[in-house]
């Protein structure tokens, strides 16, 4: 079975320091490469990750703070020394057309691989392709900042047994999966009986803003929630002046929408010991970690 995890490249908030860098996050899921807000330095923590940038798919820039989107021009520079053969698609909001076009130009290089744009105006359902649904949500964060919702499509899968009994092999097996029947010595076998539908599983990545109900909307019933959380409870006043969030807030979206694994990140500076961020959400939500440079988390079953 093909990777289905989450690498950590950064986890920081606007200053990297010595243990954090810049935030940078990439899910591995149905042979692509969905990679959120690449922060400065992106390209090197892939080497230490041990991972090729070429699995690069999709890259999501949530909004246009330098922390968040200082890396895509060198992603892109990047992608374009390895010659990758595969379209880029990258999401981002529209009102932030200018500084995304600044960033793909900011340097001088003879690009040849395809940069395909989605600048998001409306929120919603903003792309479907044959593995995914994605959604996108605007927050509030001051600035244009995009939640994403991702889905993963649903499945038929066969139930081999049940093709055996009824001697379906090889082609009928396309064609009953087309045609939702299949006619075998005057019987009229339906596709249920045969096979069952494999629910897609759900993320949620929501970076900078300030708390809002609408998180839980985005987050419903999701594999994983990936949610910045700047600071904790005690600095609520801050969190809420700089419209960001605490550990103790996002725990809460995460146990109001019924997530399965909520991964806390984008730390402030000012915190050099981030167990206070899962204990604070663990109080509410126990299947808290926190994010670390690095580290990888598997979807959970
Ligand atoms: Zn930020
Ligand atoms: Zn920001």
């Given at each position: 079975m093909s990777q289905k995890n989450l690498t950590i490249l950064g986890s920081s908030s606007q200053q990297p320091t010595r243990y954090r860098n810049h935030g940078a996050y990439l899910f591995r899921w149905l042979e692509e490469g969905l990679l959120f807000?690449?922060?400065?330095?992106t390209q090197r923590q892939f080497i230490f990750a041990n991972i090729a940038p070429t699995c690069i798919n999709r890259i999501f820039v949530s909004h246009f703070h330098g922390d968040h989107c200082l890396g895509l021009g060198s992603m892109l520079m990047r992608l374009n020394i390895d010659k990758i053969k595969h379209p880029v698609h990258v999401y981002y909001p529209a009102a932030n057309q200018k500084n995304y076009e600044y960033l793909r130009d900011g340097c001088v290089y003879y690009r040849t691989i395809e940069i395909i744009e989605h600048p998001i105006k409306?929120?919603?359902?903003v792309e479907e392709t044959d593995n995914f649904i994605i959604e996108a949500y605007f927050l509030d964060h001051g600035i244009a900042s995009i939640g994403w919702r991702i889905l993963e499509k649903d499945r038929i899968k066969f139930n081999k047994e049940k093709l055996k009994e009824n001697k379906i092999f090889n082609s009928d097996v396309r064609k009953i999966e087309k045609e939702k029947f299949l006619q075998i010595d005057n019987k009229t076998i339906k596709l249920e009986e045969v096979s069952y539908v494999k629910k897609g599983d759900i993320i949620a990545v929501i970076f900078?803003?300030?708390?809002?109900?609408k998180m839980i909307k985005i987050s419903k019933d999701a594999k994983i929630l990936l949610i910045e959380s700047t600071y904790t409870k005690e600095n609520q006043a801050l969190a809420t002046k700089y419209m960001h969030m605490t550990a103790f807030e996002a725990a809460k979206v995460a146990k109001e929408a019924n997530v399965n694994m909520l991964i806390l990140t984008h730390f402030s500076a000012r915190y050099t010991d981030l167990s206070l961020f899962e204990l604070e959400a663990k109080e509410i939500f126990e299947n808290s970690y926190v994010a670390e440079d690095l580290k990888v988390f598997n979807f959970p079953n």
């Open positions: 807000d690449p922060g400065e330095g409306e929120e919603g359902s900078d803003s300030r708390y809002s109900d």
